[in-house]
Structure formats: structure tokens, C-alpha cells
């Protein structure tokens, strides 16, 4: 599932499934995959010893579709569809969210996320007897009966705190930094984020392990361009979305009829950018919200350029979807983008929206290079993929449990 802008169908029908079932107890059980149904040979090794149990926190995947939840699902197809013998993985997913419908619906998410995390997923592994907990979204419990491996996608309110409420940074860094200092093993996805985490929380490199996220390759032949720039990604402050509304606008007006002008697909759900963004839409710019995985996939296919100038990323999911098919990239030139861009994305200094319109007149004015880069992003892009990162982040639980 490709990041920020995908609706969570499948996981939605799974999760009315699920309610009824005592869910702090239970995993599951009763979904019919390989990892939930422990039998004999997963429960004891070849020696007699129970095999240790891994017990994943999954209920983030059903609260977010942005890159975070992408990660979670992701994992868990490929940890479920290959199985290791001598782990048994199991998803827990808790209780589901409310609907987003205001202030007072946040605060019971607030409440119910506090609950789930520090005392319900914690009593869940005292009773299932797990050996780990692995929390993959940022934050782990505030006590656990035993290790922990925490994931750690980003510290984005450390690096740009003013794109976030004051309560939030609190309760982030609060969290985040004793979820580090407990873990016997932290996951970053990316150098940039290992390098965070190093010189804002003071984690030793010896405790973090770098397992990048990954992408699914395109399979069919390379079909024609289309004059379409790109932009996935909540419309927030920290992705400068508002800026690229506001630059394209000064390329459209300006830009020549030859080649022929690329008008803006701007897809993802609203963010605090949101007043900003709409005041600025004119012609040649469509605004979109999430969107079917089939049709993001397509937009990747056809688009000429994905714009992606955004304030600080921990890995930067599109980037890397959007180079996986051919699509050329520009990217603003800071944390990870700049390593999972590689030598193929065009990188912006200059972020105004003056500097983006100049650096898309620039871009665009050659296709034929753009196209170049975009097949040089398609090898680029080889270096990553999901089953790499499942077996990755597997040989981070066998060195949590010491094995």
C-alpha cells in the first residue's frame, strides 16, 4: 500500500471483524494467516524450547494512512506470507479509534491511545508470556514486562518544532525519548533518523539498527507522460505544500505553450496547511484527497514529476514509490531526501514559492532529460523493498532476545 494517500479498505473490513473480540488479550487468532495460528511446530523448537513470541502493536495501521501505516501493513503481509521458524509474530491491534469528528473526539483518541499503549498492549504481553513487544510507531509503553524494539520514523518535533502544537512536542519527546532509553533495540529508517537520534535523544549506535522502509517495483512496461506534476502528502506546514500550490501558480502563468505546461496534482488528506493551500489554488491545479491505491499507483505511472518539497522527512515514502516508476523527482535538499533521492532527484535550495516556480520552469523545459532521471530513479529505487525490510527488522528481534 503506497504511502500518505491510500484509504485503508482492507484494513477497515478487517477492523469491524475484530471488535467484538476481547481485544486486549487477544491477537489474531482467528485471521487465518500462517503467523496467527501457532501450531506445534511454531510453539516449540526442534530442542523442546517454546519459540519466543513477538508481539506487534498494530493498531496505529488502522488510525493512520500516511507512510506510518504503510510500514505496519507492509510488515505484516510479508512477516505473515513467510514466516521464520524460530519466531512467532503476532499482530495486536486494540481497540478502534473514533471518528474524527472534533476536539472532543481527539481527546477520547488522546485517551484511548495513552490506555491502549501504557497499560493494555503492556497486560496483553504479561498474559500472552510474550518475549518482546515491538512498538513501530514512534512511541513504546511506558513499562513492559519485557524488551522492547521501538521504530523510530522520524523526530520531526525535534528538527521542525514550529509545525506542531506546543502539547503535542511535549507529549512527543516526553514519550520518544524514554521509549529510546528503554528498548534494547531501536529501529531508524533511514541514516538521517539514526543520525537524530544520535544527537538529539543521545542513543548509543550500538542500540540502533537502520532498516530502511521499502517499495513495491513496477511491473508493467513504461507508458507515455503526461503533463502532470505531482504532489503526495497531507496538505501541513512541515510538507510546504502551500508553497508549491503558490510556485506552481507563478510557473503556470509564466511557463511557455512548448513543451506543453504540466498542471498540479496535489493528493492527500487536509492538514493545518489547508486555508492557505485552497486560498491559492487557481487554474492548472487540482486539489484531491486520498485516493485508491490503483489510482496513486497510475498518477506515479503517468505523471512527468513528483514535487516533493518538504521541511524534514524521515525517509520520505513517495520519493521512492514515485522513483520505483519512473517518475522523476525534485526534492527539497535536507534529511532523508537527500539519501533516498540519490544522484537522480533534482534537489531545491530555494523553497519560496519564487524558488520552486523557477526550479519547475527549469525542470520541465527539458523532458527528455527528465525522463532519464526517471529511469535512473527506477534503479535507485531497486535498493529497497518490503521483504528486505521484514527480514531486517526480524534480525533486529533476535537481537533483542539475544538469540
Same mark, same amino acid.
Given at each position: 500500500?503506497?504511502?500518505?494517500?491510500?484509504?485503508?479498505?482492507?484494513?477497515?473490513?478487517?477492523?469491524?471483524?475484530?471488535?467484538?473480540?476481547?481485544?486486549?488479550?487477544?491477537?489474531?487468532?482467528?485471521?487465518?494467516?500462517?503467523?496467527?495460528?501457532?501450531?506445534?511446530?511454531?510453539?516449540?523448537?526442534?530442542?523442546?524450547?517454546?519459540?519466543?513470541? &513477538?508481539?506487534?502493536?498494530?493498531?496505529?495501521?488502522?488510525?493512520?494512512?500516511?507512510?506510518?501505516?504503510?510500514?505496519?501493513?507492509?510488515?505484516?503481509?510479508?512477516?505473515?506470507?513467510?514466516?521464520?521458524?524460530?519466531?512467532?509474530?503476532?499482530?495486536?491491534?486494540?481497540? =478502534?479509534?473514533? =471518528?474524527?469528528?472534533?476536539?472532543?473526539?481527539?481527546?477520547?483518541?488522546?485517551?484511548?491511545?495513552?490506555?491502549?499503549?501504557?497499560?493494555?498492549?503492556?497486560?496483553?504481553?504479561?498474559?500472552?508470556?510474550?518475549?518482546?513487544?515491538?512498538?513501530?510507531?514512534?512511541?513504546?509503553?511506558?513499562? $513492559?514486562?519485557?524488551?522492547?524494539?521501538?521504530?523510530?520514523?522520524?523526530?520531526?518535533?525535534?528538527?521542525?518544532?514550529?509545525?506542531? =502544537?506546543?502539547?503535542?512536542?511535549?507529549?512527543?519527546?516526553?514519550?520518544?525519548?524514554? $521509549?529510546?532509553?528503554?528498548?534494547?533495540?531501536?529501529?531508524?529508517?533511514?541514516?538521517?533518523?539514526?543520525?537524530?537520534?544520535?544527537? !538529539?535523544?543521545?542513543?548509543?549506535?550500538?542500540?540502533?539498527?537502520? &532498516?530502511?522502509?521499502?517499495?513495491?517495483?513496477?511491473?508493467?512496461?513504461?507508458?507515455?507522460?503526461?503533463?502532470?506534476?505531482?504532489?503526495?502528502? !497531507?496538505?501541513?506546514?512541515?510538507?510546504?505544500?502551500?508553497?508549491?500550490?503558490?510556485?506552481?501558480?507563478?510557473?503556470?502563468?509564466?511557463?511557455?505553450?512548448?513543451?506543453?505546461?504540466?498542471?498540479?496534482?496535489?493528493?492527500?488528506?487536509?492538514?493545518?496547511?489547508?486555508?492557505?493551500?485552497?486560498?491559492?489554488?487557481?487554474?492548472?491545479?487540482? !486539489?484531491?484527497?486520498?485516493?485508491?491505491?490503483?489510482?496513486?499507483?497510475?498518477?506515479?505511472?503517468?505523471?512527468?514529476?513528483?514535487?516533493?518539497?518538504?521541511?524534514?522527512?524521515?525517509?520520505?515514502?513517495?520519493?521512492? /514509490?514515485?522513483?520505483?516508476?519512473?517518475?522523476?523527482?525534485?526534492?527539497?535538499?535536507?534529511?532523508?531526501? !537527500?539519501?533516498?533521492?540519490?544522484?537522480?532527484?533534482?534537489?531545491?535550495?530555494? &523553497?519560496?514559492?519564487?524558488?520552486? %516556480?523557477?526550479?519547475?520552469?527549469?525542470?520541465?523545459?527539458?523532458?527528455?532529460?527528465?525522463?532519464?532521471?526517471? /529511469?535512473?530513479?527506477?534503479?535507485?529505487?531497486?535498493?529497497?523493498?518490503?521483504?528486505?525490510?521484514?527480514?531486517?527488522?526480524?534480525?533486529?528481534?533476535?537481537? %533483542?532476545?539475544?538469540?
Amino acid at each position: 500500500m503506497p504511502a500518505d494517500v491510500t484509504e485503508p479498505a482492507e484494513v477497515t473490513s478487517r477492523m469491524s471483524s475484530r471488535r467484538s473480540r476481547f481485544w486486549p488479550f487477544r491477537a489474531d487468532a482467528d485471521s487465518g494467516s500462517p503467523a496467527a495460528r501457532p501450531g506445534p511446530a511454531q510453539d516449540h523448537g526442534a530442542s523442546g524450547r517454546r519459540t519466543p513470541l &513477538v508481539l506487534v502493536d498494530g493498531r496505529m495501521a488502522r488510525r493512520r494512512v500516511t507512510g506510518i501505516g504503510t510500514y505496519v501493513n507492509e510488515l505484516r503481509h510479508v512477516m505473515e506470507t513467510k514466516p521464520a521458524s524460530d519466531l512467532r509474530v503476532e499482530w495486536i491491534f486494540g481497540p =478502534p479509534g473514533l =471518528p474524527r469528528w472534533g476536539k472532543v473526539t481527539s481527546y477520547g483518541n488522546l485517551l484511548l491511545d495513552l490506555l491502549w499503549l501504557h497499560v493494555l498492549l503492556p497486560l496483553a504481553a504479561w498474559r500472552r508470556r510474550a518475549a518482546l513487544v515491538h512498538a513501530p510507531v514512534n512511541w513504546g509503553p511506558w513499562w $513492559s514486562p519485557c524488551p522492547t524494539v521501538v521504530t523510530i520514523h522520524d523526530l520531526s518535533w525535534e528538527r521542525v518544532p514550529e509545525a506542531f =502544537p506546543e502539547n503535542f512536542r511535549r507529549y512527543a519527546r516526553i514519550f520518544a525519548r524514554r $521509549s529510546v532509553k528503554r528498548a534494547a533495540r531501536v529501529i531508524a529508517v533511514s541514516e538521517s533518523t539514526s543520525k537524530d537520534l544520535q544527537e !538529539i535523544y543521545n542513543v548509543p549506535p550500538g542500540r540502533i539498527r537502520v &532498516v530502511p522502509n521499502g517499495v513495491h517495483p513496477d511491473t508493467r512496461p513504461p507508458g507515455p507522460r503526461e503533463p502532470i506534476v505531482l504532489s503526495v502528502g !497531507i496538505r501541513e506546514p512541515r510538507k510546504r505544500i502551500a508553497e508549491l500550490v503558490e510556485g506552481h501558480a507563478r510557473y503556470w502563468a509564466e511557463a511557455p505553450d512548448e513543451p506543453p505546461r504540466c498542471r498540479l496534482i496535489v493528493v492527500g488528506g487536509p492538514g493545518g496547511d489547508e486555508e492557505r493551500i485552497q486560498a491559492a489554488v487557481g487554474p492548472g491545479c487540482e !486539489i484531491r484527497n486520498f485516493v485508491r491505491r490503483e489510482e496513486l499507483l497510475d498518477l506515479y505511472r503517468r505523471a512527468t514529476l513528483l514535487a516533493y518539497p518538504s521541511s524534514y522527512e524521515g525517509f520520505g515514502l513517495p520519493v521512492v /514509490e514515485a522513483m520505483a516508476h519512473g517518475c522523476p523527482v525534485l526534492c527539497a535538499r535536507n534529511s532523508s531526501l !537527500i539519501e533516498i533521492g540519490g544522484r537522480s532527484a533534482i534537489f531545491l535550495d530555494d &523553497v519560496t514559492p519564487e524558488g520552486i %516556480a523557477a526550479a519547475l520552469t527549469e525542470a520541465l523545459a527539458d523532458r527528455d532529460a527528465l525522463a532519464a532521471r526517471g /529511469e535512473a530513479g527506477r534503479v535507485e529505487a531497486g535498493r529497497y523493498s518490503w521483504p528486505a525490510s521484514a527480514t531486517a527488522t526480524r534480525d533486529v528481534y533476535r537481537q %533483542a532476545l539475544r538469540r
